[in-house]
């Protein structure tokens, strides 16, 4: 029987409460109704008075997750949608985020934020904001593509005692599955993983377009074209060492997000590997984003709006013909 992305979630989320009674969930409807898209389902009745429904407040949802952390608590706060966390954006970067650096107290908590597009989700449902929060020091960023790190990747983000923002991409909620869930394994936020080897040009990417990514390559394979392809997993600490060790062997670096390219990860990439990496490249490193607006509500404008499969496969082609 083969476990989804969201139940890899929920199963992560189930342990962390068996195993330390410190944990707790918070965040609205996560209790009754089981969260909005059910990721919480069952477990306020599992375990009594540790999945709490928050008022619909997400400033007072981190604020009182950071009181709670500072007690020995180890808060995870849901997010309905990533976007509606502007609202507690002042908790998370100037508390959260700058706790122990003005105290030396640790704020152990974990924001779960449901992010990314789904046909017809619309501006206000569809953000990806993991570039934002990435720019402020102290927190964790999180970007899991597979079952096996959405689940791994949680349970890491519940055992350190820094704030972590994990960022769980709602497209692939039901749509990824794998056959188990891993018994044994080693926490490793800030390690890439190399999903695909190649010879000819290196892609790194994360969350939902990994797997374009790596249809792209599958594509591009029958043209005798051999594609890298690199999963950062976190996005902050990024592995700056595979990505290098990558570019190294292939000679060209094309960095792929569905996030918006003004200050984005895809950019720090680029950047990075143009600074410390530039001997390394056959042809000017590539970025490729989502356009430069909001999301949109009709689902064939959307797919025109991030990086598509066939768009990943001509840029490749055009960076190769330079």
Same mark, same amino acid.
């Given at each position: 029987?083969?476990?989804?992305?969201?139940?890899?979630?929920?199963?992560? $989320?189930?342990?962390?409460?068996?195993?330390?009674?410190?944990?707790?969930?918070?965040?609205?409807?996560?209790?009754?109704? #089981?969260?909005?898209?059910?990721?919480?389902?069952?477990?306020?009745?599992? !375990?009594? #008075?540790?999945?709490?429904?928050?008022?619909?407040?997400?400033?007072?949802?981190?604020?009182?997750?950071?009181?709670?952390?500072?007690?020995?608590?180890?808060?995870?706060?849901?997010? $309905?949608?990533?976007?509606?966390?502007?609202?507690?954006?002042?908790?998370?970067?100037? *508390?959260?985020?700058?706790? !122990?650096?003005?105290?030396?107290?640790?704020?152990?908590?974990?924001?779960?934020?449901?992010?990314?597009?789904?046909?017809?989700?619309?501006?206000?449902?569809? $953000?990806?904001?993991?570039?934002?929060?990435?720019?402020?020091?102290?927190?964790?960023?999180?970007?899991?593509?597979?079952?096996?790190?959405? +689940?791994?990747?949680?349970?890491?983000?519940?055992?350190?005692?820094?704030?972590?923002?994990?960022?769980?991409?709602?497209?692939?909620?039901?749509?990824?599955?794998?056959?188990?869930?891993?018994?044994? %394994?080693?926490?490793?936020?800030?390690?890439?993983?190399?999903?695909?080897?190649?010879?000819?040009?290196?892609?790194?990417? +994360? #969350?939902?377009?990994? +797997?374009?990514?790596?249809?792209?390559?599958?594509?591009?394979?029958?043209?005798?074209?051999?594609?890298?392809?690199?999963?950062?997993?976190?996005?902050?600490?990024?592995?700056?060492?595979?990505?290098?060790?990558?570019?190294?062997?292939?000679?060209?670096?094309?960095?792929?997000?569905?996030?918006?390219?003004?200050?984005?990860?895809?950019?720090?990439?680029?950047?990075?590997?143009?600074?410390?990496? %530039? *001997?390394?490249?056959?042809?000017?490193?590539?970025?490729?984003?989502?356009?430069?607006?909001?999301?949109? +509500? *009709?689902?064939?404008?959307w797919l025109a709006h991030k990086p598509s499969i066939g768009a990943i496969a001509k840029k490749i082609r055009e960076m190769l013909d330079w």
């Amino acid at each position: 029987m083969s476990v989804t992305y969201l139940e890899a979630i929920r199963a992560a $989320q189930a342990k962390a409460l068996r195993e330390n009674p410190n944990v707790y969930i918070y965040g609205q409807d996560v209790a009754t109704y #089981g969260g909005a898209f059910k990721s919480t389902k069952n477990l306020a009745k599992d !375990f009594p #008075g540790r999945v709490l429904d928050s008022p619909i407040s997400e400033d007072a949802m981190v604020g009182s997750a950071i009181g709670a952390s500072l007690e020995g608590m180890r808060p995870i706060v849901e997010m $309905q949608f990533a976007d509606f966390s502007a609202n507690g954006f002042n908790q998370i970067v100037n *508390h959260a985020g700058g706790y !122990f650096y003005r105290t030396g107290v640790s704020c152990p908590i974990t924001i779960r934020m449901p992010s990314g597009g789904n046909p017809g989700s619309g501006p206000f449902h569809s $953000q990806c904001l993991e570039s934002v929060y990435a720019h402020f020091p102290g927190l964790i960023i999180m970007t899991p593509a597979t079952v096996e790190d959405a +689940y791994t990747l949680l349970l890491e983000a519940i055992a350190i005692d820094d704030p972590v923002l994990f960022f769980e991409h709602k497209f692939l909620y039901n749509r990824v599955k794998a056959e188990k869930l891993p018994e044994h %394994f080693s926490f490793s936020a800030g390690k890439a993983r190399i999903h695909r080897p190649g010879r000819d040009l290196t892609v790194v990417s +994360y #969350g939902v377009t990994l +797997y374009d990514s790596l249809a792209a390559a599958a594509e591009l394979e029958k043209e005798g074209i051999s594609i890298e392809v690199v999963d950062l997993r976190t996005v902050k600490p990024i592995d700056t060492e595979t990505i290098l060790h990558s570019v190294a062997n292939t000679g060209h670096l094309l960095c792929i997000s569905e996030g918006w390219p003004w200050g984005g990860v895809t950019a720090e990439v680029v950047a990075r590997v143009a600074s410390k990496g %530039f *001997h390394l490249l056959d042809s000017p490193p590539e970025r490729m984003n989502s356009r430069d607006t909001p999301v949109p +509500y *009709h689902p064939d404008l959307w797919l025109a709006h991030k990086p598509s499969i066939g768009a990943i496969a001509k840029k490749i082609r055009e960076m190769l013909d330079w």
